[in-house]
C-alpha cells in the first residue's frame, strides 16, 4: 500500500528570551540600553533573521521574554520591534506564555497581552491550554497543542475543577492534564504534523542553575505525556540547559535553552534556536548554535597550599591569583573565587587584579575567608595533661583575642568559684 503524500513543515522554536536581563555590566551610551540586553537582543535578531532567511513555515517561542512580567517600556519596544519583524515578513508565530510572563493575581495581563490586544497579523499568543488546527494558524498545514504556563488556581478554573479537597486537586492535577491533551490527540487530523508545546518542567529532564520554581505551582509533565509516539514535535520552554529529553526517539522533546548565558551556572552552555523539519512519523531536528554570545568564565583559587608553613606577601598572593585567571579575558564575564586564611585577607591586592583584569567586561572577586577549625596543641602535649586554664590561654593565643589576659583572670575566677 502506498503510503500518503503527508505535508513537511519547516519549524523554528526557541524559548527563553529573557531580554531584560540586565544583571552584569554598563549602559551603551547611544542607545542607553544596558550593554547586556543589547547581548540578549543581538541573540534575538539573530533568531528572526534565520526565521525570516530560512522562509519559515512557523515560529514557535515556548515562553519567557523578559525577566518577570512587569518590563520597563523600553525593553518592550525592543521585543516588539523583533515580533513585528516576523508579522512584517508574514511569518506565522506563536508566542506561548511562561512563568516570567504571567502575573500571579487573577485578570492582570501578562507580559506579552499587547500581541494579543492589537490583533497584530501573524502573531498569536497562546495564554491558555488550547488545540490549534490549520484555519487556527493561517493555514499552515499542522496542528498544535499549547500548554503554556499555567497556576494551579488558573488551571483548576480551566478544567472547571472544585476546590473542595486541594489536596486531591494538587495530587491529580497532572493526569487532568494528561488526560486534556490526550482529548487533543484524539480530535487531531492523523494525516497532519501534531505539535506540543509547553512552558513547563518534564520528568527526567536535567535542569540547568536557573530554575525558577512558582512554590506549589510548577507544573511537571509525566515522561509518558511528551513522549507520546503519536506526537511529531515538542516544543518545550522553561529549562535553560539545552537537551532532547527524547533523544534519539520519536518525537523530539526539545528544551532549546535560553537564548543568551543569564548567569555563571551557564557558563559552559552553549546557546542553540532550533530548525525542525516536521512531517507524520518523521522530524528531523537542526540545532542552531548562536554564535557570538558574551562568555561566562569562573575560577577557583584556594591560598592555603600556597602559604602554609611560610610567610606570604602582597606581590607573591597577587601573583598567584593573576595566573589563575585565564589568559584571554577580552569582553568576558569573569567570577575569581578566593579561599584563605582569614588572617591573609590584607594580603590580596584587589585593585591590582582589577587592573589586571580591565580587558574583562565585568570582573567579580568573591573572597571566602577560612577560620582555622582546630588549635594546634604545641608538639609533645596530650590535651588531657592540660588544665582547662591551660587549653584556654592557648585558644586565646592561637585566636588573637583582644583582652586575653583579663578574659583568663575571669576564668580563673569562675574556675575557683565552681571548684
Given at each position: ?215 506549589g505551582s510548577d507544573l511537571v509533565l509525566p ?48 546557546k542553540f534556536y532550533i530548525i525542525a523539519e ?86 567579580h572577586l568573591v573572597k571566602k575567608p577560612k ?49
Open positions: 500500500t502506498q503510503l500518503p503524500n503527508y505535508p513537511t513543515m519547516k519549524l523554528l522554536h526557541f524559548a527563553d528570551a529573557h531580554i531584560d536581563m540586565a544583571n552584569y555590566g554598563r549602559h551603551d551610551p547611544e542607545t542607553g540600553l544596558p550593554l547586556r540586553v543589547l547581548d540578549f537582543l543581538k541573540s534575538l535578531d539573530t533568531i528572526v533573521d534565520a526565521a525570516i532567511s530560512q522562509r519559515v513555515d512557523l515560529v514557535i517561542f515556548a515562553g519567557d521574554a523578559y525577566k518577570d512580567r512587569s518590563p520597563a517600556p523600553t525593553f518592550q519596544r525592543e521585543w516588539g520591534k523583533r515580533i513585528m519583524r516576523l508579522s512584517q515578513a508574514k511569518i506565522p508565530t506563536l508566542l506561548l506564555i511562561g512563568n516570567h510572563d504571567l502575573s500571579p493575581a487573577i485578570g492582570r495581563a501578562h507580559a506579552i497581552q499587547e500581541f494579543d490586544t492589537l490583533q497584530v497579523p501573524f502573531i498569536k499568543v497562546l495564554d491558555k491550554p488550547q488545540f490549534l488546527k490549520p484555519e487556527d494558524l493561517w493555514d499552515v498545514p499542522v496542528q498544535i497543542i499549547a500548554m503554556p504556563w499555567i497556576t494551579r488556581s488558573a488551571m483548576m478554573a480551566n478544567l472547571e475543577m472544585s476546590a473542595v479537597d486541594t489536596t486531591e486537586i494538587f495530587s491529580n492535577l497532572e493526569s487532568r492534564i494528561s488526560s486534556l491533551v490526550e482529548e487533543y490527540i484524539n480530535e487531531a487530523d492523523k494525516s497532519l504534523p501534531l505539535i506540543l508545546t509547553a512552558h513547563a518542567s518534564v520528568e527526567g529532564a536535567t535542569f540547568g542553575a536557573e530554575r525558577m520554581v512558582m512554590l515522561t509518558s505525556l511528551v513522549k507520546d509516539p503519536r506526537l511529531d514535535y515538542v516544543a518545550m520552554g522553561h529549562i535553560h540547559k539545552p537537551q532532547d529529553v527524547n533523544e534519539g526517539n520519536h518525537p523530539p522533546v526539545i528544551y532549546p535553552g535560553s537564548i543568551e548565558r543569564i548567569d555563571f551556572g551557564e557558563a559552559k552552555d552553549d516536521v512531517e507524520r512519523g518523521n522530524t528531523k531536528v537542526e540545532w542552531k548554535k548562536i554564535e557570538g554570545t558574551r562568555r561566562f568564565i569562573e575560577r577557583r583559587a584556594s591560598l592555603m597550599p600556597v602559604l602554609s608553613g611560610g610567610e606570604g606577601s602582597n606581590e607573591n598572593v597577587t601573583e598567584f591569583l593573576k595566573s589563575q585567571l585565564p589568559k584571554d579575558m577580552s569582553d568576558a564575564i569573569i567570577k575569581l573565587v578566593v579561599e584563605y586564611p582569614r588572617e591573609w585577607d590584607a594580603l590580596i591586592d584587589e585593585s591590582a587584579l582589577r587592573k589586571f583584569a580591565a580587558d574583562a567586561f565585568e570582573f577560620i582555622e577549625a582546630r588549635v594546634r596543641i604545641p608538639e609533645g602535649q596530650v590535651v588531657s595533661s592540660m588544665s582547662p586554664l591551660d587549653l584556654l590561654a592557648q585558644y586565646f593565643d592561637s585566636s588573637k583575642v583582644n583582652d586575653a589576659d583579663e578574659l583568663q583572670k575571669l576564668a580563673r575566677e569562675i574556675i575557683s568559684e565552681e571548684g
